[in-house]
């Protein structure tokens, strides 16, 4: 009982520091502060005006920090795996066609070899050291579509019976 006693007069007389007189200077001095602010401390801060929102119109680019996709639209890169053909040994200025034959329905191109060799060719085959794609055998030509570059554009060219040389597509 004697500390229990001890205690609450400990407390009593700890707590008693919590009076009102301090807090009575305190609120002297917050009045005195809102006296010397002036008339602005008072005044209602004006909204800013309205920003139209920007228009981000790159949102559905493709990210330049992700790669590139390689094997999207018809001039895809042949995979490197593979075992390349004979006619993508030698840039396509130096191969020429010297015909072309019906078989079953599909055509077939008949290319000569800058050694003089000939090797047939067929729709979908890889030509060029520039991995061109054979797209379509006509009677006349062989048209091949050439990979672009990231700064170029896929590029037609042809291979035609009556030309030495390739020559642009229209």
């Given at each position: ?5 001890a ?5 009593t ?10 807090l009575d200077q305190l609120?002297a ?8 602010a ?19 119109r790159?949102a ?10 390689m094997?999207a639209?018809p001039?895809?890169?042949p ?16 191969l020429?066609?010297?015909?072309t034959?019906?078989?079953?329905g599909?055509r ?5 070899m800058?050694?003089g060799q000939?090797?047939s060719?067929?729709?979908?085959g890889?030509i ?6 054979i797209?379509?055998?006509?009677a006349?030509?062989?048209h ?13 060219v042809?291979?035609s ?6 020559t642009p597509?229209?």
């Amino acid at each position: 009982m004697r500390v229990g006693l001890a205690v609450v007069s400990v407390l009593t007389v700890g707590l008693s520091g919590c009076g009102e007189p301090e807090l009575d200077q305190l609120d002297a001095t917050l009045a005195a502060l809102r006296e010397k602010a002036g008339p602005y401390a008072s005044e209602a801060v004006e909204p800013l005006p309205a920003v139209a929102t920007p228009v981000y119109r790159y949102a559905k680019a493709p990210s330049p920090f992700q790669p590139a996709d390689m094997t999207a639209g018809p001039t895809e890169i042949p995979d490197p795996a593979r075992t390349p053909e004979p006619l993508e040994d030698f840039p396509l200025a130096e191969l020429r066609l010297v015909g072309t034959l019906a078989m079953g329905g599909q055509r077939v191109a008949l290319i000569e070899m800058p050694d003089g060799q000939v090797v047939s060719a067929h729709e979908g085959g890889y030509i060029g050291s520039e991995k061109g794609r054979i797209e379509e055998i006509t009677a006349q030509a062989v048209h091949i579509t050439q990979p672009g570059s990231v700064t170029e554009e896929t590029q037609r060219v042809s291979l035609s019976l009556d030309a030495p040389r390739r020559t642009p597509s229209m």
